[in-house]
């Protein structure tokens, strides 16, 4: 259930690598919850998944656009509705609903499979060749947090001297 396999490669290394973490992830929540394992290292785990959503989702946009992807605004809706559900989950964890944490793994899992097979297969050979950023998605999720509080006319712990 948790295995990244061949079948779901876009062709691009550092997406690639993004989508085995994900399964990866969601395997670390459900043996985390299924271990007993103490609920701060399952909301840390959560927290982790929903940082790592954002800076993978900001990653693969960027490359669409740089590359004139024609379907970026539906499959950027499609992230967003998505993470919407991701953010919610945890929210429901962080107030009390221990059961949701095993929803998110199992979420994760079915909506990623599905995901690249239907959409982001569709822009494999958009790119496959081009450059993609690689750099680690701590500094992507930072970087797209910065430029959503920016278009949103919110002010950051960097604005700040």
Same mark, same amino acid.
């Given at each position: 259930? =948790? ?5 779901l490669?876009?062709? +691009?290394e ?7 973490? =994900? ?11 299924? #271990? #007993? ?8 785990a959560? !927290?982790?998944?929903?940082?790592y959503?954002? #800076? ?15 379907? !970026?605004? #539906?499959?950027?809706?499609? @992230? ?7 953010? %919610?989950?945890?929210? %429901?964890?962080?107030?009390g ?5 095993? +929803? !998110? ?9 599905? @995901?690249?097979? +239907? ?10 060749? *081009?450059?993609v950023? *690689? ?5 992507? %999720?930072?970087e ?11 002010l950051t %712990?960097?604005?700040?001297?």
């Open positions: 259930m =948790f295995d990244f396999t061949d079948d490669s876009v062709g +691009n550092a997406i690639d690598a993004d989508h085995r973490a =994900f399964f990866e992830m969601a395997r670390i929540i459900h043996e985390s919850v299924h #271990g #007993g394992k103490h609920d701060l290292i399952i909301l840390s959560l !927290l982790m998944l929903d940082e959503v954002d #800076g993978h989702f900001y990653r693969e946009e960027k490359a669409m656009k740089a590359v004139g992807y024609p379907r !970026l605004a #539906g499959h950027r809706h499609r @992230h967003r509705v998505f993470h919407g559900r991701v953010r %919610a989950i945890v929210e %429901a964890y962080r107030e609903t221990m059961s949701v944490a095993d +929803n !998110l793994s199992t979420l994760v899992v079915q909506w990623l499979r599905s @995901h690249i097979t +239907n959409d982001d297969l569709q822009y494999k050979t958009w790119i496959t060749h *081009s450059s950023d *690689s750099r680690p998605l701590v500094y992507l %999720a930072m797209a947090e910065e430029l959503s509080h920016r278009q949103h006319g919110c %712990a960097s604005h700040i001297r």
